[in-house]
């Protein structure tokens, strides 16, 4: 128990001039740690009770009374609330995975959205495609060409304006501007052209078929 | 052979917890620049992304738990 070589390896190790029977108790024989050392009046909280304080409410330890221990509880629950927005990041992609996993997006019903014979030269119309409340444009150009573009800007969604004679498509909230021939993204905010929206003319009958989205 | 462990000081403890948000606070930032990629890469119809992106916010979510573990044991 005492031997050097159990000190030793229990790191109890000490000065084996002073590591002898005789010397016990006397100064420098003590192996250190064995004294707790004073403990700064700054970690010691008094509670208002004067009971120790294992035995306060718990409460008492989320509310501290002592600002060096009110500064470690607020910052402790600040790194909690960062994990909690952490979390609600994680939620956020899962909605993105849960939505991908849903039904295709890419596959619509042929829906007729317009005449011909109503639509001149040079103008536009809107219609809602696929869903009712999925605004899209119907542009005729001068030259007879059919093109149809979802309004929403793909910045913030606002409604996309058309502007024939300049050939553009004009966001008015941030300025964004589309090039009417492609509907892509030529000026401003929006991270990605207008999705197109596939037709079919039959007749004097236009018809939606589908919705393509791209990345650029 | 390691010598008893002392319970940290007050002000032992605040620098670890600035340690600690500091951590934190990098992987939130990592998670939202991961969340803003991954939204308009899914809303451009590129959906490769999306399980990777799944993946790297929960392990960023997994380490963030873990250091709010460490800092209530303290």
Same mark, same amino acid.
């Given at each position: 128990?005492?031997?050097?070589?159990?000190?030793? #390896? @229990?790191?109890?190790?000490?000065?084996?001039?002073?590591? /002898?029977?005789?010397? @016990?108790?006397?100064?420098?024989?003590?192996?250190?740690?064995?004294?707790?050392?004073?403990?700064?009046? #700054?970690?010691?909280?008094?509670?208002?009770?004067?009971?120790?304080?294992? @035995?306060?409410?718990?409460?008492?330890?989320? *509310?501290?009374?002592?600002?060096?221990?009110?500064?470690?509880?607020?910052?402790?629950? +600040?790194?909690? +609330?960062?994990? &909690?927005?952490?979390?609600? *990041?994680?939620?956020?992609?899962?909605?993105?995975?849960?939505? /991908?996993?849903?039904?295709? %997006?890419?596959?619509?019903?042929?829906? %007729?959205?317009?005449?011909?014979?109503?639509?001149?030269?040079?103008?536009?119309?809107?219609?809602?495609?696929?869903?009712?409340?999925?605004?899209?444009?119907?542009?005729?150009?001068?030259?007879?060409?059919? &093109?149809?573009?979802?309004?929403?800007?793909?910045?913030? /969604?606002?409604?996309?304006?058309?502007?024939? @004679?300049?050939?553009?498509?004009?966001?008015?909230?941030?300025?964004?501007?589309?090039?009417? &021939?492609?509907?892509?993204?030529?000026? !401003?905010?929006?991270?990605?052209?207008?999705?197109?929206?596939?037709?079919?003319?039959? !007749?004097?009958?236009?018809?939606?078929?589908?919705?393509?989205?791209?990345?650029? | 052979?390691?010598?008893? $462990?002392?319970?940290?000081?007050?002000? $032992?403890?605040?620098?670890?917890?600035?340690?600690?948000?500091?951590?934190?606070?990098?992987?939130?930032?990592? $998670?939202?620049?991961?969340?803003?990629?991954?939204?308009?890469?899914?809303?451009?119809?590129?959906?490769?992304?999306?399980?990777?992106?799944?993946?790297?916010?929960?392990?960023?979510?997994?380490?963030?738990?873990?250091?709010?573990?460490?800092?209530?044991?303290?």
């Amino acid at each position: 128990m005492n031997d050097p070589q159990s000190r030793f #390896e @229990e790191g109890r190790a000490i000065d084996p001039r002073v590591d /002898s029977p005789a010397r @016990e108790g006397l100064t420098g024989t003590a192996r250190g740690g064995l004294y707790e050392p004073t403990r700064d009046p #700054e970690d010691v909280t008094q509670a208002p009770d004067q009971r120790p304080m294992a @035995e306060q409410p718990h409460w008492r330890k989320d *509310f501290a009374i002592d600002v060096p221990e009110d500064d470690f509880v607020a910052r402790r629950d +600040f790194a909690r +609330f960062l994990v &909690l927005i952490s979390g609600a *990041f994680v939620a956020g992609q899962a909605w993105i995975a849960a939505k /991908s996993l849903g039904p295709d %997006r890419h596959t619509h019903q042929r829906v %007729r959205i317009a005449s011909l014979a109503a639509l001149a030269p040079g103008s536009a119309t809107m219609f809602a495609y696929p869903e009712a409340h999925d605004s899209c444009l119907l542009i005729r150009t001068k030259d007879g060409q059919l &093109l149809a573009y979802s309004q929403k800007c793909t910045h913030l /969604s606002c409604a996309v304006v058309p502007r024939l @004679e300049q050939g553009i498509l004009h966001c008015p909230c941030h300025e964004g501007i589309f090039d009417l &021939l492609t509907g892509r993204n030529i000026a !401003g905010p929006p991270p990605r052209p207008l999705p197109i929206i596939e037709l079919e003319v039959a !007749g004097d009958d236009v018809f939606a078929v589908g919705v393509r989205v791209r990345q650029s | 052979m390691s010598a008893p $462990q002392r319970p940290l000081t007050r002000a $032992q403890r605040t620098t670890v917890v600035y340690g600690v948000l500091c951590f934190l606070l990098l992987l939130v930032v990592v $998670q939202l620049w991961l969340l803003t990629a991954t939204m308009n890469a899914w809303l451009g119809d590129d959906e490769a992304v999306v399980w990777p992106a799944l993946g790297a916010s929960a392990a960023c979510f997994l380490l963030s738990l873990g250091l709010l573990g460490y800092l209530f044991r303290r």
